[in-house]
């Protein structure tokens, strides 16, 4: 999973830096609205909505921004969407497996746009349940290194859930159960320990390598896809190593 690891923290840097940048933040603000209407605006007492509003200080989204999208969701202030969360699953060129998380406020809109970016990369929609079940919900902590070994970050977290410490080049990548996110996180800022973000993701169970010519496809239509304005997230069964990685970027 390394070389799929290496490639998603290269792409949300560059997209922090790109012309992206406002559908990013857009993301960003969705994620903190439905987080603290989903569990209050108070993020001391909910670590989803803490956690949203972290990554999206830590993408330089303006803290007014934030703060308008905090007391939407928590209904202090009107004008907030009525956001709900759609799954599609679908396959992408070499028979990659692909996840797609939306958020819409126009379930229409959103299937229209998922199944026209997927038919004109290469790729199609699938049924409910066809790839699902190749990959698990998990919590993936990101950190820079800042000096520190393997061991430093697994002895920090080990008692706190987490199951693997992954190598990144310059971040560790932290694996856990999506139920113990929060406490992996926590352990991490007890310990002094900065992090760039934290979520729940879904990692793939079984992984299709690539070469150079499936990777662009598949990268291609994965760009399609997130620029969906209701796409939140896209997960893909593919693995690349870092040669090929190397010959994509170049």
């Not at 996180?185 to 990692?203: I, V």
């Amino acid at each position: 999973m390394s070389g799929h690891s290496k490639w998603a923290t290269t792409k949300h840097k560059k997209a922090a830096l790109d012309a992206k940048r406002g559908k990013l933040f857009a993301r960003l603000i969705k994620n903190i609205e439905v987080a603290a209407r989903t569990g209050g605006g108070d993020p001391e007492g909910n670590p989803t909505l803490y956690d949203a509003i972290q990554k999206a200080k830590k993408n330089s989204v303006p803290q007014d921004n934030i703060e308008r999208a905090r007391k939407r969701g928590a209904g202090e202030e009107a004008g907030g969407a009525d956001w709900q969360t759609i799954n599609y699953e679908g396959y992408g060129p070499n028979g990659v497996a692909v996840l797609i998380e939306c958020l819409t406020d126009n379930r229409n809109r959103a299937a229209g746009e998922v199944r026209t970016a997927l038919t004109r990369n290469g790729g199609s929609l699938a049924d409910p349940g066809s790839v699902s079940y190749l990959f698990n919900r998990k919590g993936v902590v990101i950190m820079p290194k800042n000096d520190l070994s393997e061991d430093d970050v697994l002895m920090a977290v080990l008692d706190a859930g987490a199951e693997e410490v992954n190598d990144l080049g310059d971040n560790f990548e932290i694996v856990s159960e999506a139920t113990d996110l929060v406490n992996v996180r926590k352990a991490l800022q007890d310990a002094g320990y900065d992090y760039e973000s934290a979520d729940p993701t879904f990692l793939p169970s079984v992984s299709v390598p690539l070469d150079a010519e499936g990777a662009k496809k598949v990268f291609r239509l994965i760009d399609a896809l997130e620029d969906c304005d209701d796409v939140q997230n896209v997960y893909a069964n593919f693995d690349v190593s870092d040669e090929v990685l190397e010959e994509v970027s170049a």
